[in-house]
């Protein structure tokens, strides 16, 4: 069987890892959030979505289906207020929140002196201060059910640098030291907050930064040339290490970095 048939979505019945928790997936409409919000819903978890599309929620409603019904919320993460009122409604939709999982980015290439303020100001401000926005929304939720997890999702960029990715290469290093920062903080209310860093996936977001937007090519050789396993990773690959950090699995895992990156960024 070829990896790629392996690494197919697999859409069984209900598993009961996260029965009982209350999940919201900022960014959560597409790519490594959608693929999260399915397989949460798949171990019992209920899911609410926050997105700043209403028409890509639509769609990951409706793709979710055969996992289950997932709430879902328009907001932007760069907006304060609306990350406020969506996070108060998924928590009173879910009955409170015990995991929290930050999707939303942005990115693109480009060297730094070509980099205009405006540029750097608006991705700093979706992959760093949403982050934050949501999670501070979200804290009293979890604080009041008495603890849970937050999983942010960083970079391969955050550990290992990439050429014309300044930007985003210290934005996501920045979420990495948030979270670790942030697990300190909330230690005392059973909070746990770990990183996950992904390696390059085949997602939207991956798909916007190549030239021409394919998966073929010179560009996208030089890509998968990085990885010591020579490919992609998955957007399942992803989620399932999500999903470990959200479980009770890891319990006993905080303020940690979770390489997710096909080992690109030891190799």
Known sequence: ??????????????????????????????????????????????VALIDRRPDALASAKEALQPAGEAICLTADVTDADAVERAVSAAAEALDGIDGLVNCAAIDFIKPLVE??????????????????????????????????????IASGAA??????????????????????????????????????????????????????????GPEAAAIRARYLLKRLGTTVEVAAAILFLLSEEASFVTGTTLAVDGGRSFH
């Open 115 to 152: 980099t205009s303020l405006s540029e750097w100001q608006a991705l700093m401000t979706v992959n760093l201060t949403g982050p934050m926005l949501v999670c501070r929304a979200a804290i009293p939720a979890m604080t009041a059910a008495g603890g849970g997890a937050i999983v942010n």
């Open 159 to 216: 550990l290992m640098p990439l050429e014309g990715r300044t930007a985003y290469c210290a934005s996501k290093a920045g979420l990495v030291m948030f979270g670790k920062a942030l697990a300190i903080e909330l230690a005392v209310h059973r909070i746990r907050v770990n990183s996950v860093c992904p390696g390059a996936v085949d997602t939207e977001l991956y798909r916007s930064v190549l030239k021409g937007g394919g998966k073929e």
């Open 1 to 46: 069987m070829a990896i790629d048939e392996k690494l197919t979505r697999i859409d069984g019945p209900a598993g009961g890892r996260l029965r009982g928790r209350r999940i919201l997936l900022a960014g959560g409409a597409a790519g490594i959030g959608l693929e999260t919000a399915r397989a949460a819903l798949q171990e019992g978890a209920a």
